[in-house]
């Protein structure tokens, strides 16, 4: 199976103290024989929120130790860069016009559309923006993957 983890997902997965990073951690060792999806999306939102002190405090780090931060993950067998898929375009409106809004609204339908169109099932914390939309979501600490 491929998965692809969303923003917060890698987040909790990097950094030691994210509230998440154990449950986290403890998800990516069930995944030994899976793969684990990178997008553009998920690989600028990981660089982005590593390079943010807002988010990071004192521990922000630099654009070159967030990139290391990224290839050490890339450095994982299991771990792959997925591109869009031809006809992706479409999906994503079709996604965007699904969820009306929200925090993370454009993040989110493009996050749903990408698993869809490259045949992932997307991983989560986030039970919110999910609950009526079409696909595979495994939302993490909850049963099951819709």
Request: hydrophobic letters at 40%; proline letters at 3%.
């Amino acid at each position: 199976m491929t998965y692809l983890p969303d923003i917060n997902l890698w987040m909790a997965l990097a950094v030691e103290g994210h509230t998440h990073h154990a449950e986290a951690q403890a998800w990516l060792e069930e995944c030994e024989e899976d793969m684990l999806a990178f997008c553009r999306v998920t690989e600028m939102g990981l660089l982005r929120l590593l390079t943010n002190a807002s988010v990071m405090g004192r521990d922000v780090l630099t654009p070159e130790q967030a990139w290391r931060v990224r290839d050490g993950f890339a450095d994982d067998d299991r771990v792959v860069f997925l591109p869009e898929a031809p006809g992706f375009d479409g999906r994503w409106r079709e996604y965007s016009e699904i969820r009306k809004g929200g925090q993370n609204f454009w993040n989110d339908a493009y996050l749903a559309a990408f698993a869809e169109a490259a045949d992932c099932t997307l991983v989560t914390f986030d039970r919110g923006p999910w609950k009526n939309g079409r696909g595979r979501v495994r939302v993490l600490g909850a049963d099951g993957v819709r």
